[in-house]
C-alpha cells in the first residue's frame, strides 16, 4: 500500500490522496485477494503484478506524466481482471 500511497502522493493531486487513504481498508483487502490468488501460479501473476508496478516506477522516476498515467491505468484495469475475471495474468 506504501508504493501506492507515494504514487498519490507524487501527482500532486491532494484529491488522489485523500481519495487512496479512505479506500486502504478496502485497497489492502483486494492486494491480499490477488496475493492469496497468486499462489496458484505463483511465478507469472506475481511477475507481471511486479512488472505493472515497475512500470508505474519508471514512468515517474523519468518524469513521464503521461507514460506514468498510463502505466497506472494499465495496472488497475490488470488487478480489475485478475480479482473479478479471474484472469490469472
Same mark, same amino acid.
Given at each position: !500500500?506504501? !508504493? *501506492?500511497?507515494?504514487?498519490?502522493?507524487?501527482? $500532486?493531486?491532494? !484529491?488522489?490522496?485523500?481519495? +487512496?487513504?479512505? +479506500?486502504?481498508?478496502?485497497?489492502?483487502?483486494?492486494?491480499?485477494?490477488?496475493?492469496?490468488?497468486?499462489?496458484?501460479?505463483?511465478?507469472?501473476?506475481?511477475?507481471?503484478?511486479?512488472?505493472? *508496478?515497475?512500470?508505474?516506477?519508471?514512468?515517474?522516476?523519468? $518524469?513521464?506524466?503521461?507514460?506514468?498515467? *498510463?502505466?497506472?491505468?494499465? *495496472?488497475? %484495469? $490488470?488487478?480489475?481482471?485478475?480479482?473479478? %475475471? $479471474? %484472469?490469472?495474468?
Amino acid at each position: !500500500f506504501a !508504493f *501506492h500511497r507515494a504514487v498519490a502522493e507524487a501527482s $500532486g493531486n491532494a !484529491f488522489f490522496v485523500t481519495t +487512496l487513504a479512505s +479506500l486502504e481498508d478496502a485497497v489492502t483487502s483486494a492486494m491480499s485477494v490477488n496475493r492469496n490468488l497468486s499462489l496458484l501460479d505463483p511465478k507469472e501473476r506475481l511477475a507481471v503484478v511486479q512488472r505493472e *508496478h515497475e512500470d508505474v516506477y519508471e514512468e515517474i522516476r523519468a $518524469g513521464r506524466c503521461e507514460g506514468a498515467e *498510463h502505466a497506472m491505468r494499465r *495496472h488497475i %484495469e $490488470g488487478a480489475r481482471r485478475r480479482i473479478f %475475471e $479471474g %484472469e490469472s495474468v
